[in-house]
């Protein structure tokens, strides 16, 4: 009876243990994209650990120390992965959801919050990211019984990329420069899940339209304005806009003849405006009056208060602190140079976490919005460099042709089209083959964008600022395993078996003589 019930306990055992295994394999392989790796300014940030083999644990775990923590994004918050590290885990790894615009908006921003944190400093801890399926959310539904993660080991190698800046100029008379910039890199806790849609897609999708616009008006003599327009796209924005220094570097110190060394009206920076029912104007001094950045300011808010009155419009003002080794906008690296300047943005903030999230991506874009702020720019450029306020009448028809010609489906085009690949800067060394599908643009304006992307490629190995390290996506490969508590039963059961026999062979003569007195007795 006793032998029975024990059989009995062993087989329950083991059906419930192996229904917490992984359904129908035994194991699987999915993609994992590692956290970001860079030195910038001598200081270290992201993980620098890669391999792992270690058993998988859910956040909620007590003990964590050697254990790979499996977090969903609304698992990931500063105190635990914080926690983790205390605990030295073995390494982190996070679902994210296929469907973003499914996550509530209270934990979109404690993601980006903890995001922002966790790449502020160094780490030894792997971190990795997946994007979800079936077996990865069945694996974390029952994480806390067993899983093992194994990831293969992939060779470190640092790369220095250069940063470039490459412009567009529009009118080729000796008269005053403005210069309208945007950075088009992206930025996130894994660099192959950085798509940037607002940050800083928005940014280059109205930098691009408004260079369509205006070119059609440069394009006939009767509806020139008196100013250069220069369009600057930059690469590095997300790494103190080292693109934006050594242009300015390479125009106004080794350049014997650049605009940069002429009139520049200002320069007018755009970043992240896709949301929002408000636009900063950031400044690292206020604009004296009666200078060509005062006169445009004050357009842009008379713009604001008679097309879309329901704008905040607010001017913040930020000096720059030269201790510092880093910028907050762009607008600073020419403020430093005593180029005037500013930043266009709905964030007030500029360590907002929107400005670097792998949830940044289309779902968190407000069309209409990135339209309207298009528009008001446009509006108030033209404004400004056609003087409407005192020839209303006769130039009426400039912007109210621009104005509709700021279609939907035309900005949706460019900023799909900026976020169909990740475009982390450490990523940007290959030529992408989608670059030749932007073909709303003019011929000019595409070969532009072709040299853009080719040249941001080149390495560079002089004095570099930032240095990159390399193995940002990994296969791994998850087994299915027995949990420790199966083999904990096991070796038991094994035990007492062995020392059953090791107690029949020892007593083996009075076990005999036991057993042959048993069958004489029922014999007779």
């Excluded at 129908?24 to 860079?38: D, G, H, K, L």
């Excluded at 609304?74 to 992965?81: A, L, P, Q, W």
């Excluded at 040249?455 to 390290?469: N, V």
Aim: aromatic share 12%; with cysteine.
């Amino acid at each position: 009876m006793l032998l029975s019930v024990a059989v009995a306990v062993l087989l329950l055992c083991v059906q419930c243990l192996h229904g917490s295994a992984l359904p129908a394999v035994s194991s699987y392989e999915f993609t994992a994209y590692r956290m970001q790796q860079y030195n910038m300014a001598q200081q270290k940030h992201g993980c620098r650990g890669a391999i792992v083999v270690a058993e998988a644990r859910s956040a909620d775990e007590p003990s964590l120390t050697r254990r790979c923590v499996i977090m969903k994004v609304s698992d990931f918050t500063t105190e635990r992965y914080f926690e983790a590290q205390r605990q030295n885990a073995a390494a982190v790894l996070i679902l994210l959801p296929k469907n973003i615009s499914g996550i509530s908006h209270d934990t979109l921003q404690s993601f980006m919050v903890s995001e922002s944190e966790a790449l502020q400093k160094e780490t030894l801890m792997p971190v990795y990211v997946a994007p979800e399926d079936e077996q990865l959310l069945y694996m974390y539904e029952e994480v806390k019984q067993a899983a093992s993660l194994d990831k293969k080991f992939c060779k470190f190698q640092s790369d220095i990329f250069h940063f470039p800046s490459y412009w567009y100029l529009l009118s080729g008379e000796d008269i005053p420069t403005i210069v309208i910039t945007a950075h088009y890199d992206s930025y996130g806790l894994a660099p192959w899940l950085s798509y940037g849609a607002d940050s800083n897609g928005s940014g280059v999708t109205i930098l691009l339209e408004l260079a369509r616009l205006f070119q059609k008006l440069y394009s006939s003599s009767s509806t020139r304005p008196q100013y250069h327009l220069m369009f600057s796209l930059t690469g590095g924005g997300k790494y103190n806009f080292q693109g934006t220094k050594r242009w300015i570097e390479e125009n106004l110190d080794h350049a014997e003849s650049s605009l940069l060394h002429d009139n520049v009206a200002f320069v007018l920076c755009l970043d992240t405006l896709a949301n929002g029912d408000e636009l900063y104007m950031h400044v690292s001094r206020p604009p004296k009056p009666d200078t060509p950045m005062h006169s445009f300011i004050q357009h842009l808010e008379e713009v604001v208060s008679s097309r879309f009155p329901w704008v905040k419009v607010g001017l913040v003002h930020k000096k720059i602190n030269l201790v510092e080794s880093t910028v907050a906008w762009e607008h600073e690296r020419y403020s430093l140079r005593r180029i005037l300047g500013f930043t266009l943005s709905h964030l007030e903030d500029p360590k907002s976490e929107l400005r670097g999230s792998i949830l940044d991506t289309m779902s968190q874009v407000d069309f209409r919005k990135l339209k309207r702020n298009g528009i008001i720019i446009a509006e108030a450029l033209a404004w400004y460099m056609y003087n409407l306020s005192d020839k209303v009448n006769a130039f009426s028809h400039i912007y109210m042709s621009l104005m509709q010609d700021f279609q939907d489906s035309r900005i949706s085009s460019l900023l799909s089209f900026l976020t169909s690949i990740p475009r982390a800067t450490q990523l940007l060394d290959k030529e992408p083959s989608h670059i030749l599908l932007v073909n709303s643009l003019e011929h000019e304006f595409k070969r532009y964008l072709q040299q853009v992307y080719r040249h941001t490629f080149r390495q560079d190995k002089r004095d570099p600022d930032i240095t990159f390290f390399d193995q940002m996506n990994q296969p791994v490969v998850m087994y299915r395993v027995k949990p420790a508590a199966f083999d904990l039963f096991l070796g038991g059961c094994i035990a007492a078996y062995l020392g059953i026999v090791y107690y029949g062979i020892q007593n083996f003569g009075f076990l005999y003589t036991k057993l042959k007195a048993a069958v004489k007795s029922k014999q007779q």
